[in-house]
């Protein structure tokens, strides 16, 4: 979960809110100084040194602050992205959702649900796969966290998209009996989210 800056403020030592401190005033800067091609900004250097000035348990948090403030865009996402190691790479899909991308950084998402790493496929799975992950590729991203063992309490927008959701039933039946078929347990988050198709969706209301 990402921590705000307050709360940021209030676990920091000193320094480390100095630093934090010159860092987004970096990033505020490049956000109205676009990129020249000639170089990357010095708030991105930040982005990748943040762990060692602000914590492990904060690196997170304090640059998704960064790519905020610098209104990062889909390029620059992008980038930060495809060169940034397995804790970056997890920074960036944490923070999707915070930043004005549209569909841009699917792609991203997409990306980090082919890797079996269970960090990069629970961040992949937060608020922005659930605006913007077609129905089957939210499907395949909920097997993939049954499959990874990802907690399903990961998935962002579980109950409102699995409610009602027929073809993810059959899909969960079919991987509990290939499961079972092979000797494998079947996750118990399987159950739940199957308890969930079998339940009625909504039905829309009436507009006045």
Do not use: I
Not at 119 to 133: I, M
């Amino acid at each position: 979960m990402l921590t705000g800056r307050e709360e940021l403020d209030d676990r920091l030592p000193g320094a480390a809110r100095a630093w934090l401190d010159e860092a987004l005033a970096d990033a505020a800067h490049a956000a109205g100084h676009p990129e020249d091609g000639t170089g990357h900004p010095p708030w991105e250097l930040r982005f990748a040194s943040a762990g060692r000035h602000c914590g492990p348990e904060h690196t997170d948090s304090v640059r998704a602050l960064l790519l905020v403030a610098a209104r990062a865009a889909p390029s620059v996402v992008s980038r930060l992205y495809a060169q940034g190691t397995a804790a970056e790479r997890r920074a960036v899909l944490l923070a999707l959702h915070r930043l004005d991308l549209g569909s841009a950084a699917l792609p991203l998402v997409e990306d980090a649900l082919r890797t079996n790493d269970t960090r990069l496929v629970a961040a992949a799975v937060g608020p922005y796969a659930a605006t913007h992950l077609d129905a089957h590729g939210w499907r395949h991203a909920v097997l993939k966290c049954l499959f990874t063992e990802v907690s399903v309490e990961a998935v962002a927008g579980l109950t409102d998209r699995a409610r009602g959701d027929t073809e993810l039933g059959r899909m969960l039946e079919d991987f509990a009996a290939e499961r079972t078929a092979a000797g494998r347990p079947v996750p118990a988050d399987l159950r739940t989210v199957l308890a969930l198709t079998a339940t009625p969706a909504p039905a829309p209301t009436e507009e006045s």
